[in-house]
Each structure stands twice: as C-alpha cells, then as structure tokens.
C-alpha cells in the first residue's frame, strides 16, 4: 500500500535560517505528491504539488522535487519568517482514486 | 465563503452516545473525502464519496461509523455509541474527480471529545 514517512520533529530554528523537511514515500503506480501546512488554529492548506517525476512544486519561498529514482519529496525553504511557524505534512494522492496518504506531520517553530 | 465547510467545529459528548458531523464540500466539487486526525498524527482516510455513491470505506471505518451524501452535496458521518477511542479531529475535503494534479480542499475539521 501506500505510506509516507518525514522527519520526525518539532523542529526550532532562528528568522532567516535555512529548512527542510525530508520526506520519503512508497507508492504503487505513479502518485503526485503534496506538501500541506496546518497554521495554528486554522485548517489544512496545500502548499505546493508536483505530478510527475522531476517535476519541482514551489510557493511562498518553499519548494520541492520530485523524485522518483529516490522515492523523495523534501521540502526546503531558503530563510524562513516566523510566519512559517506551522506544521507540515508530506502527502501523496493515488492517481486512481485521489485519496490522501499522509505523513505524520513535522512541526516547525520559527523564532524571531 | 465558498470552500469546504463543517459543523459542528467541536462537539463533546459522553461516551456511548451518538453524534453526527456534517460537510458542505465546494458546489462543483463531485468527489468528498473523510479523514480522521488524532494528536500527532496525519490524518488518515476513511471514506469517500464520488457523487452519492460511497465508492471506499477504510477498514478504520467500524460498523459504528456510517456516512451518507444523499443527492451529491453535502455528507454527514454519524458515529454510534461513541467510545472514548473515537476522540479526534474529523476533516472533510472535496476536489474534482478525473484530475489528478488538482488539489483537494479541506475543510476547518470538527473536532470530536468523548468524555
């Protein structure tokens, strides 16, 4: 079946340090992958998506490859703001049925 | 607003009772998901729906849990005689069938207590 594994945290950094999140899937077949974030007391927002091998998902400054020789889709961002304080889920969708399997979440602490 | 919306936002009830959660997806969205999240965790998928045919029940899904979409628009998922197990948030999301890369939308979840 299909699984997601990411980096456990929480993870604290400083304004402006340099992020990212590994995340490694097993999938059946060719899935698209996703990252979604959850900020504090709202709901889950896609972040970026990527539909095939090579393909590189990016928004608000994060970005994010696809790639199928490593079975990866790590999630970076170049200095991140403590509006970044969130947490962050790796997701993959099956291409048959569009179902979401989801990482376990890695939450990120930004300090000012 | 025009996105997925749920109700209740929190409930709490005392075990054994039932409850039932309800999800207006987005109006052109034709396939609507249910996921449970519990502490810590990614939410995990029980169900969907494309239209009103319930097309996938995960075997998360006892046979407590039923989830209705009566004419394609919105659902409700009841759970009977809850237990406290059943505490978590419960998220809805709709999207478009037939194309893959298109995002779903989740809703603002419901987040359920047993106490």
């Known amino acids: 079946g299909n699984s997601v594994t990411q980096m456990e945290g929480p993870v604290t950094l400083s304004e402006e340090a340099f992020l990212t999140i590994n995340c490694t899937y097993t999938?059946?077949?060719?899935?698209?992958l996703f990252w979604y974030v959850q900020y504090p007391g709202e709901g889950l927002q896609l972040l970026l998506k990527a539909t095939k091998a090579d393909d590189k998902g990016s928004n608000k400054g994060f970005e994010a490859t696809y790639r199928k020789e490593t079975t990866s889709f790590h999630l970076e961002k170049g200095s991140v703001q403590v509006s970044d304080s969130a947490v962050y889920f790796c997701a993959l969708s099956d291409r048959n049925d569009y179902k979401l399997s989801f990482g376990a979440g890695t939450t990120v602490t930004v300090r000012a | 607003d025009t996105g997925v919306s749920q109700n209740p936002r929190h409930k709490i009830t005392k075990r054994g009772q039932n409850v039932t959660f309800r999800c207006d997806p987005i109006?052109?969205?034709?396939?609507l998901y249910w996921y449970r999240q519990t502490l810590g965790q990614g939410p995990e998928f029980l169900t969907y729906?494309?239209?009103?045919?319930?097309?996938?029940k995960s075997r998360l899904l006892s046979d407590r849990f039923s989830a209705e979409r009566p004419k394609g628009s919105f659902s409700t998922l009841e759970i009977q005689r809850t237990e406290q197990g059943d505490s978590a948030m419960y998220l809805c999301?709709?999207?478009?069938?037939?194309?893959?890369?298109?995002?779903?939308?989740f809703g603002q979840g419901t987040r359920l207590t047993v106490v």
């Open positions: 109006s052109e969205h034709n396939r």
């Open positions: 729906f494309q239209n009103e045919a319930q097309l996938e």
């Open positions: 999301a709709s999207r478009v069938a037939g194309t893959g890369g298109t995002e779903a939308f």
């Open positions: 999938a059946t077949g060719y899935p698209s």
